[in-house]
Every structure is written in structure tokens, then in C-alpha cells.
């Protein structure tokens, strides 16, 4: 890409310039590859002026995931050491989630020559240098070649103050492609081809108006991503490689090559993966993406998702049981069974909130209840079962219904502990009168609604009581509509059928229960 390092002010997508003013203004070529390295090292070196540690620095680029920080140390290292990238693991764990959010990071503002259909960078038609690591398009050769030949293309005879360039911005088939892996995915998708109805109406071969730029030409000089690159069939798969391996591709029906130069991001599940023929996987670097191991960190999942889409509120005692309740899943279940491998997912563990809060709507409940957890729990789970036939559905049901029933409330308990705990060493300052005052307190308002509206408008009623109303409020942030009252009596009514108010054997709040 030419940037315009030196540049005052940031050029408007739509503005126009020229090759040779570029070259005055010191802009310079560089690849997808070298681009992107750039762009991250500069965000990391930002967010350290921040006060930032490294490894905060580091997951800062991917905002909208959570994963162990050795993942996204690995994928930060292979980037910056110019590699493509293959992200394998289960399903549901994250994997194109993570290919985006590339994307996002990736720059998208770029210079190209005007009317190229590839997007050719400037420089690479004045410049025998930046030709030679970025070629230009056989279309624009023959358009500043002398005679209009594209064998007699030669950089150093063109006139750079003739080869206009527009400032674009990169997207879906300009800069960005992505590809769904599929047995239907032939050659001819990445290749693109030669209208042959449009050449027959121009009557000129190298227009540009007569190329169907596919999947590899879309992604030139940005990024390219395959989703389950393991489900493409060879011929497509060594199509992508002569890509990787040439940065060129021939569309079909043509006799000239185009540049095809890109960052390629694949992603596989573990079942997939023996498909990759083995030169397509020698030139991706393969990192593992796997289901999170620390509690806390499933927590910001669901934490960061339900705050993102304003969902209804849920007491977290029973978030995060139900968080648990899918880890538990994960520990014990295999993740290759092919008609279960999704339960587990972050899918269903993002799903199984949602359906808590929409059974207890459907019930018309102040807040969810446990019976809604369960029901949640039952219908996000058995939903990911992959339905082959009636009976093995039925089956699969069952050992869903079976591991809820085994597993529900020793999550409850464990989600209970964790919460009472917390208030009692982070409020009460384990105190143990006052935590018995407010246990006293609280069990008298439990069952007598009218006296807890009583109490809502007198703080000198029940004064421990209130100040656990206002922990759950700035903790939780029930929404208006409900208030913190509701959302209170709900955790303390969990607490104490679950907890006991107790904090023997409290379970950690880091790790998920092995």
C-alpha cells in the first residue's frame, strides 16, 4: 500500500491525487503483510503509552473475545512474523469470532490506481522496485504500456503524473473476501473468470469490465477469510495454495495472471482438519482455539455479550450457575461427538441466559427463577443437539435432562458460595454478628411482601438489609423498570437455600471446577 507516513492530515476516502505526487509526498509500498504487522505493533505501542502491561496491550486488539492470553500472544507473533494463519479447535469456541475480529483490526483505507478492478497499489506501475514485490494487474500493464502491449510493461517508461489514484477504503470484495468452506466451493469461486457475454459486447480482452474478479482477487492487498477450510474440496484447496505460494491467480478463460497477495486467516474444526491437504497446511501457521478454562473468563463472555445487547435482567447467582453448569459440561462430555459437539459451546453459553430470561418472562416472574434457569438450560442445550433422527434425538435428550439433574445444583451452590462470600468479606468485613443481623433481617422480609414495601422508603428499617440492596444495585444494575429491591430479595432467597451462609469450601471464583 502507498502510505502516506509523511503526510499532514489523513487523506478523505474519494480523494484524488496522482503516482507522481505520491512519490513526492514519500509514500511508500507495502504488502497486506507488512501493513498489518505495522498497524499492530503501532496500536500495542499506544495502549503501552496507555500505562497498559503487555499482555493487556495484546488483548486490547481483540475486544470482542475473551481467550487465555497465550492465544492471543501465539496469533500476535505469527502476525507480526508475516504468517497466515489456520485457527482449528471445536466448534463453537470462538474461532471465526476471532477471524473478525482481525478483520476489524486490519487498515482499511488504501491508495489504487482508478479503474483497476484489483485495486492495484500506484507505486507498483511507476516503480520497478515496488513491481517486483507487489505486481501490478495485467489490465493496468497494458493500459501504460507503450503500444498498449502488456509484454513492454516497464515501470520506468511510465509517466507517474498520468496514473491517477483514488483513496478507497477496503470492504466486503474490495480488500475483504471471505469464503465459506463447503464440497460446492469449486475453483473457479477463488479464481474468478472472463465474462465471456461482456467480452463479446466490449470486444477488448483486457477490460476490466470483462473480469469477474473471485474470492482471491477480492481479498488483494488486504484479507482473506475461509471459514472451515477443511470442508473445501483439493482442486479449490491447491487453488488457494498456488495463491499463497505465487501470490497470483489465473481467472477461467484468461490467459493472464492477476495479483492475488493477501493475509489469509482459515479456520477448521477439529473433525475437518485431516482434509487440509498437507502443502495448504505447511504454508498456514495453526494455533488452537479452545473453550476458556478460567471461570472468570466464560463470565466475561456472557458479561460482555448481554451488556452489548441491553438484555433483561437475570440475578447473577443464576448467570453464573448456568455458566458453570455448561463448564461442567465441557470437562465431562467429548468434544468430538459429532451429534453433541455444540452443546458446549459459547454459543449455548451465551443461549442459556437468554433463555432463562425469556422462560421467566413467559412465566410473568418479577425476576427468572431457578425452574427458569433449568428450563433454559434444557432448551439452549438440547437446541445445539445436531438431530439425526428422531430416536437418537430423543437419547441425546435424555443425557442432557440426566447431567442437569446430576449437575444444576451443585452449580447453584457453588455460584451461591461465591456470592455470599464475596459480600461477606468485601461489605461485612467478616463480621460474623453482622452477617447474622442481616440474615435475621433478610428472613423476616423473604416471605412478607407488604413489609418489604414497607421497608423499601424507610432506611431505618431494616438498615443491613439495605445495605445488601445496595451491593446487588451497583453490582448487578438492575434495570429501572425492576429496581434493586426485586433483584435483592431474588439473590438473598438463592443464598440462603443454597449457601446457607456458609463459606466452608468455597469454591474459587478463577477456575473452572476440574
Partial sequence: MADLSSARSVP????????????????????????FRAEILR???????RGFSHAESVAALFP???????????????????????????????????????????????????????????????????AERQPPCPICRRRFSPGGEVANFDPALVDASKVTAVRARRREGYGFARLQGSSEVFPDHLTGNVNLRKLEE?????????LEPGKLLQANRGLLLVDEIGKL????????????????????????????????????????????????????????????????ANR?????????????????????????????????????????????????????????????????????????????LLHAMRGRIRARSGDSFQQNSRRVQE????????????????????YFRDVLKSKNDEAQALIGEGRRLLPDAPLQAEAKG???????????????????HPPTKLGPWPAAVAEFGLVEKYSLFSCAEEPTDDVAPG
Fill in 202 to 210: 466490449i470486444g477488448d480482452p483486457m477490460s476490466p469490465l470483462v
Fill in 12 to 35: 478523505a476516502v474519494g480523494a484524488r491525487t496522482t503516482a507522481a505526487q505520491l512519490r513526492t509526498q514519500g509514500a511508500t509500498l507495502q504488502t497486506p503483510i507488512e501493513l
Fill in 300 to 376: 466475561q463472555i456472557v458479561d460482555r455479550s448481554r451488556a452489548e445487547t441491553s438484555a433483561g435482567y437475570v440475578p447473577e447467582i443464576l448467570l453464573d450457575a448456568g455458566v458453570r453448569v455448561i463448564e461442567a459440561w465441557r470437562l465431562r462430555m467429548s468434544e468430538e461427538d459429532p451429534d453433541m459437539g455444540e452443546v458446549g459451546s459459547n454459543r449455548t453459553l451465551l443461549d442459556v441466559i437468554d433463555r432463562a430470561e425469556a422462560y421467566g418472562t413467559l412465566g410473568s416472574h418479577a425476576t427468572p427463577t431457578v425452574d427458569d434457569l433449568r428450563a433454559g
Fill in 403 to 422: 447431567f442437569l439433574d446430576q449437575y444444576l445444583e451443585t452449580s447453584l451452590k457453588d455460584s451461591s458460595k461465591v456470592y455470599w462470600c464475596r
Fill in 43 to 49: 496500536r500495542i505501542a499506544e495502549t503501552r503509552t
Fill in 64 to 130: 470482542h473475545t475473551v481467550l487465555p492470553s497465550e492465544t492471543y500472544e501465539d496469533l500476535v507473533a505469527a502476525l507480526v512474523s508475516g504468517a497466515h494463519l489456520l485457527f482449528f479447535g471445536p466448534s463453537g469456541a470462538g474461532k471465526t469470532s476471532l477471524a473478525k475480529e482481525l478483520w476489524d483490526l486490519f487498515p482499511k483505507d488504501l491508495w489504487v490506481v482508478d479503474g483497476c478492478p484489483v485495486g492495484d497499489d500506484p507505486l507498483s506501475l511507476v516503480s520497478k522496485e515496488a
Fill in 458 to 476: 424507610k432506611s431505618e428499617m431494616f438498615p443491613r438489609f439495605h445495605t445488601f440492596v445496595t451491593y446487588v444495585q451497583e453490582r448487578e
Fill in 233 to 296: 474440496p483439493l482442486g479449490t484447496q491447491n487453488v488457494l495454495l498456488q495463491s499463497l505460494q505465487e501470490g497470483t491467480v489465473t481467472p477461467s478463460k484468461s490467459r493472464e495472471s492477476f495479483p492475488a497477495l493477501f493475509v489469509a486467516v482459515c479456520t477448521s474444526n477439529l473433525s475437518d482438519l485431516d482434509n487440509i491437504n498437507d502443502p495448504l497446511s505447511d504454508r498456514l501457521t495453526s494455533l488452537h482455539v479452545g473453550f476458556n478454562k478460567r471461570h472468570s
